[in-house]
């Protein structure tokens, strides 16, 4: 019984610790204000639903697009990425995500679709790797936002994120749970078996001018 408590203990520290980790180890490349954030070309939207299972539309969704906005109609970025899960022909976070640009002013010229960011790990390595972006401004809500710049660091990427508005406790009560969960899987995915994204391909370099 001891040992089985001790062992228990021992995987919640090291769950905690992985946790806080990619917490403060980025807690100085977030920015809440875009007065604050520096510019870069390129921003990154990491993708979502656009629709809860109701069929309201999903409030991740709809801050990081404002917030991907907001950024470039300030001069922030020249550029977006949106990068989200289109592995059926129903379903197309990209062509969502786009389209809420636009109807927000951003032009269709300044967005690329990254049609193979299934995962938030996919969606980093791929700016890099297909889309030839070693310096970026990641935009999603902080806690996702911390766990990708993580990635990005481990990679090599130079990145800073900015935070689209959050949503309440009352909103999506399970955040915490699957966020710590992610952080896990972050974790295990760099250090212990190497994961790569699901798809690369040959380049597609982004002009942001």
């Known amino acids: 019984m001891l040992y089985g408590f001790l062992l228990g203990l021992i995987s919640l520290l090291s769950v905690a610790g992985i946790y806080f980790w990619v917490e403060f180890s980025t807690k100085n490349q977030t920015f809440s204000e875009v007065k604050n954030i520096p510019a870069n070309e390129v921003g990154l939207v990491l993708g979502t639903s656009k629709r809860v299972s109701n069929g309201n539309l999903n409030l991740y969704f709809k801050y990081r697009m404002e917030a991907a906005a907001e950024l470039y109609h300030r001069g922030k970025i020249k550029h977006i990425l949106?990068?989200?899960?289109?592995?059926?022909?129903?379903?197309?976070?990209?062509?969502?995500?786009?389209?809420?640009?636009?109807?927000?002013?951003?032009?269709?010229?300044?967005?690329?679709?990254?049609?193979?960011?299934?995962?938030?790990?996919?969606?980093?390595?791929?700016?890099?790797?297909?889309?030839?972006?070693?310096?970026?401004?990641?935009?999603?809500?902080?806690?996702?936002?911390?766990?990708?710049?993580?990635?990005?660091?481990?990679?090599?990427?130079?990145?800073?994120?900015?935070?689209?508005?959050?949503?309440?406790?009352?909103?999506?009560?399970?955040?915490?749970?699957?966020?710590?969960?992610?952080?896990?899987?972050?974790?295990?995915?760099?250090?212990?078996?190497?994961?790569?994204?699901k798809f690369l391909g040959d380049p597609i370099p982004i002009s942001a001018s």
Do not use: C, W
């Open 82 to 197: 949106v990068s989200g899960d289109n592995r059926r022909s129903s379903y197309n976070e990209p062509v969502d995500m786009q389209q809420m640009l636009m109807d927000l002013g951003v032009p269709k010229s300044a967005i690329t679709l990254d049609y193979a960011g299934f995962r938030t790990l996919d969606s980093v390595v791929r700016s890099r790797e297909v889309f030839q972006q070693n310096k970026l401004t990641i935009i999603s809500q902080k806690f996702h936002n911390e766990r990708a710049l993580f990635i990005a660091r481990n990679y090599g990427i130079e990145a800073i994120a900015f935070n689209a508005k959050t949503v309440s406790a009352r909103y999506d009560k399970y955040m915490p749970i699957r966020e710590t969960l992610a952080r896990v899987k972050a974790f295990i995915d760099l250090f212990i078996i190497n994961k790569k994204p």
